[in-house]
């Protein structure tokens, strides 16, 4: 993308081309109040046509991606741990060490080795928690209700049980914390 618009901004005949993306993505090439883009909005230092281009197509696709999000009808054990797309959060997760990052991945997706999935997975005749009688162990489970995890929550919430909504706002770092406090996961699994 920065190569195609660096092109469309860096020479004046290729104008078509951004009157072109500015007919497929009208709202995202407002370059002023007032303006379209034409030969005379060009006239202005390529570099700053380039960045109000590239930032305009950025906050588009963000915005269409969200819409998309929304309207999904997959995604369940996610949508139930995640309440939007956070730049803060994507770094904290991408700054994890492999195997930590797997292992919340796993748990925010639900694609883990707790009981349920590997039940789903065939690779486990009981889906449920070993814990807490007739509970399917579940990623919500693990972390917002099963009994056994009671202290681990206190001390790291300041509560016993966790509400959904308290899911979709835990933070990385306190997600981590209690995954290696409860000892569920696998030591190698965890650690670097």
């Known amino acids: 993308m920065d190569c195609f618009v660096h092109r469309c901004t860096a020479k004046k ?4 081309l951004v009157q072109g993306l500015g007919s497929l993505f009208p709202t995202a ?3 002023r109040p007032g303006l379209t883009v034409s030969n005379a909005s060009l006239k202005h230092s390529p570099s700053s046509s380039y960045s109000m281009i590239k930032s305009s197509i950025g906050n588009w696709a963000h915005k269409q991606s969200d819409v998309y999000w929304e309207q999904m009808n997959t995604c369940r054990q996610t949508k139930m741990s995640l309440e939007h797309r956070s730049k803060v959060r994507s770094r904290e997760l991408l700054n994890l060490p ?7 991945t796993g748990i925010i997706t639900g694609h883990n080795t707790l009981s349920r999935h590997m039940n789903i997975m065939g690779l486990n005749n009981d889906p449920l928690c070993e ?5 399917q162990e579940t990623s919500l489970h693990f972390i917002s209700q099963c009994s056994y995890y009671v202290t681990t929550r206190m ?3 300041g509560k016993p049980f966790l509400d959904p909504d308290d899911m ?6 306190d997600l981590t914390r209690f995954i290696s406090k409860s000892r569920r996961f696998l030591t ?3 650690s670097n």
């Open 188 to 190: 190698d699994e965890i």
């Open 155 to 157: 001390s790291i919430w």
């Open 13 to 16: 005949h290729s104008c078509s």
């Open 98 to 104: 492999r195997n930590l990052f797997r292992t919340v």
């Open 29 to 31: 090439f407002k370059m």
């Open 168 to 173: 979709k706002r835990i933070r990385v770092k």
């Open 131 to 135: 814990h807490c009688e007739g509970e």
